[in-house]
């Protein structure tokens, strides 16, 4: 994700400088020729050209989408089932691990944490490791999306969606509902608390 959003970057970038460049020149020169009243050649290089960067923008794109899909031998999986307007988790490799995660209310809050996006229990994950979840709603439409993370996953009601993801580094990774799910569709925060894996077993045999 982060190669392609260099290699991205890099071809709107160029686009930008020459459009820049171009407007420049138009501003600023004065020669005007009366007599062209049409340019075969550049209306055939101006349709030909962008649709080569088309295509230079949609091949790693594709083939990124398609990998993303690929799910081998996860680690741990974990389910997230979408609620009016909470988070349910399931931590399906063991025995009876769920519990439900709702906002912080603003008048409990303290100046460490994000203004609606805390939540009382923290979905705790290990960090490198292959990690399937599966997110499902129990009600309408949600979107169980961490934007840090790279993950946007719908929430349908009698379906399983299910995505995977590597967390490389320790931390607190906040995301929200992205679905127009209702009134408090944007009160649906998530909280991912990436942990070492000794620090993820030790959590996971105290709740367990």
Not at 18 to 37: D, E, G, H, P
Not at 106 to 128: A, C, G, I, V, Y
Not at 141 to 159: C, E, F, Y
Request: proline residues 4%; charged residues 15%; aromatic residues 12%.
């Amino acid at each position: 994700l982060i190669s392609f959003h260099d290699h991205t970057l890099m071809i709107i970038l160029m686009i930008l400088t020459v459009v820049a460049y171009m407007m420049i020149t138009l501003a600023l020169n004065k020669n005007v020729n009366r007599f062209m009243l049409e340019g075969q050649m550049i209306e055939v290089a101006w349709t030909i050209i962008p649709a080569i960067i088309l295509i230079f923008i949609a091949v790693p794109s594709l083939r990124l989408l398609y990998l993303m899909d690929e799910i081998h031998k996860p680690t741990l999986t974990l389910k997230a089932i979408g609620h009016q307007w909470y988070w349910s988790y399931e931590y399906s490799d063991f025995l009876k691990v769920e519990f439900d995660s709702y906002m912080m209310p603003q008048d409990e809050s303290n100046k460490n944490m994000f203004r609606l996006l805390d939540t009382d229990n923290h979905t705790t994950l290990p960090m490198n490791s292959f990690i399937r979840i599966v997110v499902t709603a129990a009600d309408v439409l949600h979107s169980w999306t961490v934007p840090s993370l790279g993950i946007k996953t719908d929430a349908t009601p009698g379906r399983l969606n299910q995505c995977s993801f590597l967390i490389n580094r320790p931390g607190l990774f906040y995301g929200q509902c992205s679905e127009i799910c209702g009134a408090n569709h944007s009160f649906m925060p998530i909280v991912i608390e990436s942990i070492n894996t000794n620090m993820f077993i030790n959590w996971i045999s105290n709740l367990s």
